[in-house]
Protein backbone atom coordinates (compact mmCIF):
# COMPACT_ATOMS: atom_id res chain seq x y z
CA UNK A 1 0.00 0.00 0.00
CA UNK A 2 2.98 2.73 0.82
CA UNK A 3 4.14 1.96 -2.38
CA UNK A 4 1.43 3.12 -4.20
CA UNK A 5 1.16 6.49 -2.32
CA UNK A 6 4.30 7.11 -3.88
CA UNK A 7 4.09 6.25 -7.43
CA UNK A 8 3.14 9.26 -9.06
CA UNK A 9 6.57 10.87 -8.31
CA UNK A 10 9.16 7.62 -9.09
CA UNK A 11 11.12 8.19 -12.64
CA UNK A 12 12.31 4.92 -14.06
CA UNK A 13 13.93 4.21 -16.89
CA UNK A 14 17.42 4.82 -17.53
CA UNK A 15 17.31 7.93 -19.71
CA UNK A 16 14.77 9.42 -18.10
CA UNK A 17 16.59 8.75 -14.71
CA UNK A 18 19.75 10.91 -16.21
CA UNK A 19 17.79 13.44 -17.90
CA UNK A 20 15.99 13.91 -14.57
CA UNK A 21 19.24 14.57 -12.69
CA UNK A 22 20.62 16.86 -15.72
CA UNK A 23 17.18 18.94 -15.59
CA UNK A 24 17.82 19.73 -11.55
CA UNK A 25 15.11 17.65 -10.47
CA UNK A 26 15.56 16.61 -6.77
CA UNK A 27 15.84 12.96 -6.34
CA UNK A 28 15.28 11.52 -2.57
CA UNK A 29 16.33 8.34 -3.53
CA UNK A 30 17.32 6.17 -6.17
CA UNK A 31 16.60 2.21 -6.38
CA UNK A 32 19.25 0.35 -8.58
CA UNK A 33 19.77 -3.07 -9.80
CA UNK A 34 21.80 -5.14 -7.26
CA UNK A 35 25.58 -5.90 -9.58
CA UNK A 36 24.55 -4.23 -12.57
CA UNK A 37 27.65 -1.88 -13.88
CA UNK A 38 27.03 -1.15 -17.17
CA UNK A 39 27.65 1.94 -18.57
CA UNK A 40 24.50 4.35 -18.30
CA UNK A 41 23.81 3.11 -14.50
CA UNK A 42 27.44 3.97 -13.83
CA UNK A 43 26.83 7.55 -15.52
CA UNK A 44 23.68 7.82 -13.50
CA UNK A 45 25.51 6.61 -10.12
CA UNK A 46 28.06 9.34 -11.14
CA UNK A 47 25.22 11.87 -11.26
CA UNK A 48 23.56 11.00 -7.61
CA UNK A 49 27.34 11.42 -6.52
CA UNK A 50 27.54 14.83 -7.54
CA UNK A 51 23.76 15.65 -6.27
CA UNK A 52 24.67 13.39 -3.00
CA UNK A 53 21.53 11.30 -3.70
CA UNK A 54 21.44 8.05 -1.49
CA UNK A 55 21.26 5.02 -3.47
CA UNK A 56 19.60 1.60 -2.51
CA UNK A 57 20.99 -1.28 -4.22
CA UNK A 58 17.66 -3.86 -4.64
CA UNK A 59 16.96 -6.86 -6.31
CA UNK A 60 14.98 -7.07 -9.49
CA UNK A 61 12.10 -8.05 -7.16
CA UNK A 62 11.79 -5.08 -5.75
CA UNK A 63 12.59 -3.13 -8.80
CA UNK A 64 9.64 -5.06 -10.35
CA UNK A 65 6.84 -4.31 -7.33
CA UNK A 66 7.65 -0.40 -7.32
CA UNK A 67 7.80 -0.13 -11.45
CA UNK A 68 4.15 1.30 -12.34
CA UNK A 69 5.52 0.59 -16.54
CA UNK A 70 7.36 -2.41 -16.33
CA UNK A 71 10.18 -0.90 -18.05
CA UNK A 72 12.47 0.46 -14.96
CA UNK A 73 15.49 -0.95 -16.93
CA UNK A 74 17.32 -1.45 -13.50
CA UNK A 75 16.52 1.70 -12.03
CA UNK A 76 14.03 3.86 -10.78
CA UNK A 77 14.25 7.11 -9.27
CA UNK A 78 12.15 8.56 -6.26
CA UNK A 79 11.13 12.76 -6.99
CA UNK A 80 10.63 15.14 -4.19
CA UNK A 81 6.88 15.95 -4.05
CA UNK A 82 8.00 19.71 -3.02
CA UNK A 83 10.90 21.38 -3.50
CA UNK A 84 13.54 21.44 -0.86
CA UNK A 85 14.68 25.18 0.80
CA UNK A 86 17.75 26.28 2.06
CA UNK A 87 18.47 26.35 6.03
CA UNK A 88 19.13 30.48 4.93
CA UNK A 89 15.92 30.43 3.50
CA UNK A 90 14.56 29.64 6.87
CA UNK A 91 16.12 32.10 8.88
CA UNK A 92 14.78 34.29 6.57
CA UNK A 93 11.19 33.82 7.68
CA UNK A 94 11.89 34.57 11.01
CA UNK A 95 13.60 37.79 10.23
CA UNK A 96 11.18 38.98 7.79
CA UNK A 97 8.23 38.38 10.86
CA UNK A 98 10.81 39.96 13.18
CA UNK A 99 10.75 37.00 14.93
CA UNK A 100 13.94 34.80 17.12
CA UNK A 101 14.09 31.79 15.22
CA UNK A 102 12.32 28.92 16.07
CA UNK A 103 12.99 25.46 13.98
CA UNK A 104 12.71 21.77 14.12
CA UNK A 105 15.85 19.33 13.36
CA UNK A 106 14.25 15.94 12.31
CA UNK A 107 17.50 13.14 13.46
CA UNK A 108 16.83 10.64 10.69
CA UNK A 109 12.53 10.39 11.16
CA UNK A 110 11.86 7.59 8.76
CA UNK A 111 8.32 7.05 9.13
CA UNK A 112 6.68 9.36 5.88
CA UNK A 113 3.39 9.72 8.09
CA UNK A 114 5.12 11.08 11.38
CA UNK A 115 7.35 13.76 8.81
CA UNK A 116 4.00 14.89 7.43
CA UNK A 117 2.28 15.47 10.95
CA UNK A 118 5.47 16.96 12.64
CA UNK A 119 5.64 19.43 9.46
CA UNK A 120 2.23 19.96 10.03
CA UNK A 121 2.90 20.64 14.23
CA UNK A 122 5.70 23.17 12.97
CA UNK A 123 3.45 25.38 10.83
CA UNK A 124 0.50 25.72 13.59
CA UNK A 125 3.32 25.91 16.42
CA UNK A 126 4.26 29.30 14.29
CA UNK A 127 7.92 27.74 13.68
CA UNK A 128 9.52 28.95 10.81
CA UNK A 129 11.22 25.34 9.16
CA UNK A 130 12.04 22.09 9.99
CA UNK A 131 15.65 20.78 8.65
CA UNK A 132 15.89 16.59 8.02
CA UNK A 133 18.95 15.13 6.83
CA UNK A 134 19.47 13.46 3.30
CA UNK A 135 20.54 10.06 4.73
CA UNK A 136 18.95 7.93 6.36
CA UNK A 137 15.72 9.45 6.71
CA UNK A 138 12.52 9.91 4.67
CA UNK A 139 12.11 12.62 2.08
CA UNK A 140 9.34 15.19 0.86
CA UNK A 141 7.12 12.01 -0.45
CA UNK A 142 3.47 12.44 -1.54
CA UNK A 143 2.48 10.75 1.37
CA UNK A 144 4.81 13.14 3.43
CA UNK A 145 2.72 16.04 2.00
CA UNK A 146 -0.50 14.67 2.04
CA UNK A 147 -0.27 13.79 5.92
CA UNK A 148 1.15 17.50 6.47
CA UNK A 149 -2.20 18.86 5.38
CA UNK A 150 -1.26 21.70 3.12
CA UNK A 151 1.34 22.57 6.11
CA UNK A 152 4.16 22.01 2.72
CA UNK A 153 2.90 25.03 1.14
CA UNK A 154 4.13 27.33 4.11
CA UNK A 155 6.46 25.86 5.99
CA UNK A 156 10.27 25.45 4.39
CA UNK A 157 12.23 22.29 4.57
CA UNK A 158 15.85 22.36 4.33
CA UNK A 159 17.71 18.69 3.38
CA UNK A 160 21.38 18.94 5.11
CA UNK A 161 24.07 16.31 4.95
CA UNK A 162 25.56 16.89 8.49
CA UNK A 163 22.87 17.72 10.89
CA UNK A 164 25.41 18.29 13.66
CA UNK A 165 27.80 20.57 11.45
CA UNK A 166 24.30 22.13 10.66
CA UNK A 167 23.48 22.72 14.57
CA UNK A 168 27.51 24.12 15.06
CA UNK A 169 26.87 26.39 12.28
CA UNK A 170 23.31 27.79 13.64
CA UNK A 171 25.15 28.24 16.80
CA UNK A 172 27.11 31.11 15.28
CA UNK A 173 23.37 32.79 14.38
CA UNK A 174 23.22 32.43 18.14
CA UNK A 175 20.43 29.83 18.29
CA UNK A 176 20.03 27.37 21.10
CA UNK A 177 19.03 23.93 20.80
CA UNK A 178 17.32 21.60 23.15
CA UNK A 179 16.86 17.87 22.08
CA UNK A 180 13.89 15.50 23.06
CA UNK A 181 15.45 12.56 25.25
CA UNK A 182 13.61 10.50 28.42
CA UNK A 183 17.05 10.79 30.59
CA UNK A 184 16.28 14.50 29.96
CA UNK A 185 15.16 17.25 32.39
CA UNK A 186 11.85 17.96 32.78
CA UNK A 187 10.93 20.06 30.11
CA UNK A 188 9.18 22.66 32.35
CA UNK A 189 12.18 23.27 34.00
CA UNK A 190 14.15 24.55 30.80
CA UNK A 191 13.98 28.03 29.59
CA UNK A 192 12.81 27.40 25.87
CA UNK A 193 12.82 30.70 24.57
CA UNK A 194 14.09 32.69 22.29
CA UNK A 195 16.13 31.31 19.59
CA UNK A 196 15.32 27.86 19.77
CA UNK A 197 15.76 24.93 17.84
CA UNK A 198 13.81 21.42 18.67
CA UNK A 199 15.61 18.42 17.69
CA UNK A 200 13.37 15.58 17.59
CA UNK A 201 14.59 11.36 16.91
CA UNK A 202 14.31 8.52 14.99
CA UNK A 203 11.54 6.38 15.96
CA UNK A 204 13.12 3.75 17.36
CA UNK A 205 17.26 4.76 18.49
CA UNK A 206 15.89 8.57 19.50
CA UNK A 207 18.81 11.22 19.04
CA UNK A 208 21.57 10.25 17.58
CA UNK A 209 24.77 10.37 19.78
CA UNK A 210 26.49 13.35 17.72
CA UNK A 211 23.94 15.14 17.50
CA UNK A 212 22.73 14.71 20.71
CA UNK A 213 26.30 16.07 21.70
CA UNK A 214 25.81 19.43 20.11
CA UNK A 215 22.52 20.13 21.80
CA UNK A 216 22.53 22.66 25.00
CA UNK A 217 19.39 21.05 26.42
CA UNK A 218 18.02 17.70 26.93
CA UNK A 219 14.01 17.81 27.58
CA UNK A 220 12.03 14.87 29.12
CA UNK A 221 8.22 15.19 28.68
CA UNK A 222 6.91 13.49 31.97
CA UNK A 223 5.15 10.38 31.95
CA UNK A 224 2.76 8.82 34.17
CA UNK A 225 1.41 6.00 31.78
CA UNK A 226 2.60 2.65 31.63
CA UNK A 227 5.29 2.56 28.57
CA UNK A 228 7.91 4.24 28.12
CA UNK A 229 7.82 6.55 24.78
CA UNK A 230 5.84 8.62 22.72
CA UNK A 231 5.69 8.56 18.97
CA UNK A 232 8.13 11.09 17.43
CA UNK A 233 5.70 13.45 16.11
CA UNK A 234 2.96 13.33 19.71
CA UNK A 235 6.56 13.91 21.23
CA UNK A 236 7.22 16.41 18.87
CA UNK A 237 3.66 18.34 18.59
CA UNK A 238 4.30 18.46 23.14
CA UNK A 239 7.52 19.93 23.24
CA UNK A 240 6.75 22.51 20.51
CA UNK A 241 3.95 23.71 22.53
CA UNK A 242 5.86 24.08 25.42
CA UNK A 243 7.91 25.90 23.90
CA UNK A 244 5.39 28.21 22.26
CA UNK A 245 4.09 28.53 25.76
CA UNK A 246 7.42 29.59 27.00
CA UNK A 247 7.62 32.30 24.06
CA UNK A 248 4.42 33.69 24.59
CA UNK A 249 4.55 34.26 28.48
CA UNK A 250 7.94 35.86 27.12
CA UNK A 251 6.41 37.87 25.23
CA UNK A 252 3.92 39.31 27.50
CA UNK A 253 6.63 40.53 29.82
Known amino acids: MADERVKEFLIEGRNAVIE ?35 I ?48 FLLDNIEDPHNLGAIIRTANLAGAHGVIIPKNRAVGLTATVARTSAGALNYTPVAKVTNLAKTIEDLKKEGMWFVCADMGGTTMYDLNLTGSIGLVIGNEGEGVGRLVKEKCDMVASIPMKGDIDSLNASVAAGVLAYEIVRQRMQAAMR
Open 20 to 54: AFRAGKTIDRLYILDGCKDGPVLTIKREASRHDTQ
Open 56 to 103: KYVAKERLDQLSETGKHQGVIAQAAAYEYAEVEDILQKAREKGEAPFV
